[in-house]
Each structure stands twice: as C-alpha cells, then as structure tokens.
C-alpha cells in the first residue's frame, strides 16, 4: 500500500501504527495491510485531512505518568498543561510534604487530577468541571488508571463540598482563557468544545472569577496555579494580586502561568 502523501510522513505512520497495532518505531512506508486495514486506513486519513486531531482518532494521549483516553467530550491536554502538572508537582516536593487536598478545577479528561492523584497516592483529589460529558471522560480515564480522584459536577467552586471550604491546599485549573474572536486553526475550532475554549471578550473571564471566588477555599499558604494566555500576564497579576502571584513560563520561554500562594494565618 501507499499512502497518500498529503500528510506530514510521521502522521502517516502514526495511522499505520492505529491500524495496524503495530508500535510506532516499527510502522514503514510500503507496509503490507490486509483489506481490512487499507480501508480503516483510508477512513482515519480522510477524517485526518478534514482536520480531526490525531488524538481523536488515536483515542489516547500521554500526560506525564498516564496514559488516558480522549475525544471531543474534552479539550486535548497540551504540553503546557503537563508542564504546569510538572512545575506544580516540583514545587509541592519542595516544600517536603504531601498536601491533604488538591483541586483541579476545569479538569475536562481528568489529565491534571489523576496525574496529581499518581504522584501523590496519599493526598485527597477532586476534579470538578461543569460539563456532564467531559466528567464521564475523566470518570472514565479514573476507572482505566485505577487512581481514586473525586469527581464533582459544577461550576467552578459551586462543585465542590462545602466542608472542604478553607481546607484546599493545592488548587490548579486549566481553565478557558481564548478571548472571544480569536483566531485558532481550523483542527481546534472545528474539533475541540468551544466551552473548554472561549472566556469572553478578552479571555479573563472564569480567570477572574476563579480569583475572586478561591480565597475562602484555600487553607493558609496554600498553592494556586493557573494557566493562562501568553499576552494575559498584566491581567493575571492584577486579578490574582491577593496571592502575591508570580508569572511562570513554559518550556519555550512564553509567559503561561500565573502561581501564587494564600495569605497565611497570622
């Protein structure tokens, strides 16, 4: 079989690879495929070119420690995610103690709770997010990893139990952060639910929110960290100014996090 060479030859093989069950290193150009394979070949090709994302088709993405199921019910965990997965894990084990809670706000697959929840067996995890169908997905990836993550139904801190109020000691979210209008590849706006995407006219609005509303969750000198748009650094540092935030950037030097910490008991 050949291919057809309009996509990129690692996709190419990323394909053989799904219908085949071969492991990628060991897919090549000109791979005898049975019938069947050509056909379910040609399916996922078209569905590629029309721009679906791979890891639609695929059905997997990787994310830090896990490997988790993903479809349209969810945005696509991204590097930057896994990334802030990584600078928040490095700078809880500093602090040479697991917390007793960690909140994922906006979790959509369940990719930041569950990580979390691998990495810190012992520590309590909620994800919480406002979409039923997106929480079936990260209810679904809890069940395939076997990690024990509490998964609540709302919008932002409405999800959560009221008796875990001032006890929070890790929140991070992942929230929606595109303004409004924005321009974004066709894969993405065609593809990805718009809810997990747009936040208003520039971007900040559950940003804002989450600000306003996490004082009274957070425990004393409990860890917040959010992701946020490479040009909303200003607007974050002035939404989370009561934590004494400090901006973070990802492994390509742009500015994507905002970090900060809850006023301690005095």
Wanted: overall charge negative; some cysteine.
């Amino acid at each position: 079989m050949t291919p057809d060479q309009t996509l990129p030859g690692h996709e190419r093989r990323r394909l053989l690879s799904l219908v085949t069950g071969e492991p990628f290193a060991e897919t090549y150009e000109g791979m005898q495929l049975t019938e069947r394979q050509v056909k379910r070949y040609r399916i996922l090709e078209h569905r590629r070119l029309a721009g679906e994302p791979l890891q639609y088709l695929e059905g997997t993405v990787d994310f830090g420690p896990l490997t988790l199921s993903i479809d349209r019910r969810a945005l696509i965990p991204r590097p930057e995610t896994e990334y802030l997965w990584a600078l928040v894990r490095d700078e809880i084990t500093s602090s040479g103690r697991s917390p007793r809670l960690i909140v994922d706000l906006c979790t959509g697959s369940g990719a930041l709770a569950l990580a979390f929840k691998y990495t810190f067996p012992t520590s309590v995890v909620m994800g919480a997010d406002l979409s039923t169908e997106a929480l079936r997905l990260a209810e679904e990836n809890g069940y395939k990893t076997r990690l024990e993550v509490v998964w609540r139904e709302g919008d932002l801190f409405a999800a959560l139990p009221l008796d875990v109020k001032g006890h929070v000691d890790v929140l991070v979210a992942n929230p929606p952060y595109v303004a409004e209008g924005s321009f974004l590849p066709m894969e993405v706006r065609e593809h990805e639910p718009h809810e997990a995407l747009f936040a208003g006219h520039d971007g900040m609005e559950i940003l804002r929110r989450l600000a306003d509303e996490a004082i009274g969750w957070l425990a004393p000198g409990a860890i917040i960290a959010c992701e946020i748009g490479e040009e909303q650094g200003a607007a974050a540092m002035e939404s989370f100014g009561a934590y004494v935030p400090r901006l973070v950037e990802d492994l390509t030097g742009r500015t994507r996090y905002v970090f900060g910490r809850a006023p301690s008991e005095s």
